[in-house]
Nanobody, 123 residues
Framework: QVRLVESGGGLVQPGGSLRLSCVVS????????MGWFRQAPGEERTFVAG????????WYKDSVKGRFTISRDNPTETVYLQMDNLQPADTGVYYC????????????????WGQGTQVAVSS
């Protein structure tokens, strides 16, 4: 079993930045592809960014390319999402996810999930 705990959400003005963190426990994180999803009110949970177990490959939703950066530090079992130039459309609950395969992670199918952290972008 894998346990994921997110932190770092908050309220920020448009153009601002936040860094989300996800601490992994229960099994060594390097075996998992990790990702971040966003769920806006009344909408489905959608893929935002993903990173391979060794950190060498990353994937992003088109609307966040150039603004968000996903990274991981396997020795500390932590995955990060640096979010810059935030916009109101980025508002939602952000969930950390883990899976053994990127295509399953993105669907999503059979992911391990964290409890989520709220991000609000508003002036």
């Amino acid at each position: 079993q894998v346990r994921l705990v997110e932190s770092g959400g908050g309220l920020v003005q448009p153009g601002g930045s936040l860094r989300l963190s996800c601490v992994v426990s229960g099994r060594t994180s390097r075996f998992y592809v990790m990702g971040w999803f966003r769920q806006a009110p009344g909408e489905e949970r959608t893929f935002v960014a993903g990173i391979s177990g060794d950190g060498e490959s990353t994937w992003y939703k088109d609307s966040v390319k150039g603004r968000f950066t996903i990274s991981r530090d396997n020795p500390t079992e932590t995955v990060y999402l640096q979010m810059d130039n935030l916009q109101p459309a980025d508002t939602g609950v952000y969930y950390c996810a883990a899976n053994t395969q990127i295509w399953d992670l993105r669907m999503p199918r059979n992911n391990f999930w964290g409890q989520g952290t709220q991000v609000a972008v508003s002036s």
